[in-house]
């Protein structure tokens, strides 16, 4: 079933919440990741001996899944990354606020300023958190790259599927 | 496993390969940065004990005919009983002392809002994840060989670590935190002003 134009407006507008927040995200994580590394450390979460590492990992990941989501390419797969990255992020930032910790965000490398961790914090990560989900479910949408290239198992040509959806439909693909 | 989440994983794993490449290029790339000490160096605990310490007392004939003079050390130099956790290094008399003394630089790295309700007269404001754009329009305006003493609200803010933290990454061995932070400079009735960074 084609899926509804607006339906291809909503996943297009989530792969660009989802997705550009994770491009513009890691910027200056990656262009400090000193930085970065203290503002891990703040949350008392992870031992230290890890951080320095993390520190580099986490934004590659998120540009990774950012660029991917964004252009609409292996689009699923990076939502699930996506998804469990800033699942995360939510959890992280859900402890500082139980714990009562007085510190920075890190969110964003400072890109916008600092601010400490409150509810809008949270409110903000859900936003993402559901978009990355709503990607995750119902796939890229048609206006995206893998859209444009995938071809329909079914021979209709406004049926858009990913591979990874005809991958695990090997029976309609035969078909 | 599942095309899916083999993609999945692929996406993890060049990540991961980005990352070492990327720490490998960088000189001490993986190490964590130092983190300040929260006690004075000798040299300035020295300056401060000298500035503490009880002055000659005066010639017997000097003393009964001239009073002390106004700037006499002995004045101001009382030292004030400290009460507070030693185990909180620096303590808030000492860095009161210092501040009058106008020996150290003292950074404010809380978010800027909380620098302009109040904050230690003359501080700069630098906060944490704004460090990477203030500190090279500060920088300017430090004294010669400047001593930094770091400070936020106090209560276990981790702010003050981190930017002393980014300030030793700058290759500045001279920086202190403040661990008891704004508040307790506020409790023992010290100077504050509020209003905007000058700089």
């Known amino acids: 079933m084609m899926p509804k134009r607006w339906e291809s407006v909503l996943l297009l507008t989530a792969r660009f919440i989802a997705g550009g927040a994770f491009i513009i995200a890691p910027i200056m994580k990656l262009q400090d990741p000193k930085s970065f590394m203290l503002a891990i450390q703040s949350f008392e979460l992870l031992p230290t001996a890890v951080i320095p590492f993390l520190a580099y990992w986490i934004p590659w990941m998120e540009l990774a899944a950012g660029v991917l989501l964004v252009y609409g390419v292996v689009t699923r797969p990076a939502a699930l990354v996506a998804f469990g990255l800033y699942a995360m992020f939510t959890a992280g930032l859900l402890y500082v606020i139980y714990a009562g910790l007085p510190v920075d965000c890190g969110c964003f490398g400072g890109i916008f300023g600092g601010g400490t961790v409150d509810w809008s914090t949270i409110g903000r990560n859900g936003i993402f958190l559901a978009a990355s989900a709503l990607v995750l479910w119902r796939g890229p949408g048609a206006a995206s790259v893998e859209a444009l290239f995938v071809q329909p198992p079914n021979g209709d040509p406004a049926r858009r599927v990913a591979p990874d959806e005809r991958a695990a439909r090997p029976a309609e693909a035969a078909s | ?199």
């Not at chain 2, 276990?156 to 290759?171: D, F, K, P, T, W």
Request: contains cysteine; negative net charge.
């Open chain 2, 1 to 199: 496993m599942k095309p899916f989440l083999l993609r999945a994983a692929s996406i993890v794993a060049f990540a991961a390969v980005a990352a070492l490449i990327h720490g490998a290029a960088i000189e001490n790339g993986f190490r964590m940065p130092r983190q300040a000490e929260d006690r004075l160096p000798g040299a300035l605990a020295d300056r401060l004990a000298e500035r503490r310490a009880p002055q000659p007392a005066p010639a017997d004939e000097a003393a009964a005919t001239e009073a002390p003079a106004p700037d006499a050390p002995a004045a101001v130099v009382q030292a004030v009983p400290d009460d507070e956790d030693a185990d909180l290094g620096l303590s808030s008399a000492d860095l009161h002392e210092l501040w009058l003394m106008d020996a150290v630089v003292l950074i404010d790295s809380r978010p800027r809002s909380q620098f302009v309700q109040g904050h230690i007269p003359g501080a700069f404001s630098v906060p944490f994840e704004d460090f990477n754009r203030r500190w090279p329009e500060i920088s300017p305006f430090f004294p010669a060989d400047p001593f930094f003493v770091v400070y936020c609200d106090g209560g276990g803010c981790h702010a003050s670590e981190n930017v002393a933290s980014l300030i030793l990454e700058q290759g500045i061995e001279d920086v202190v935190i403040y661990r008891r932070g704004f508040d307790a400079w506020v409790a023992r009735g010290y100077e504050v002003e509020d209003g905007e960074p000058l700089i």
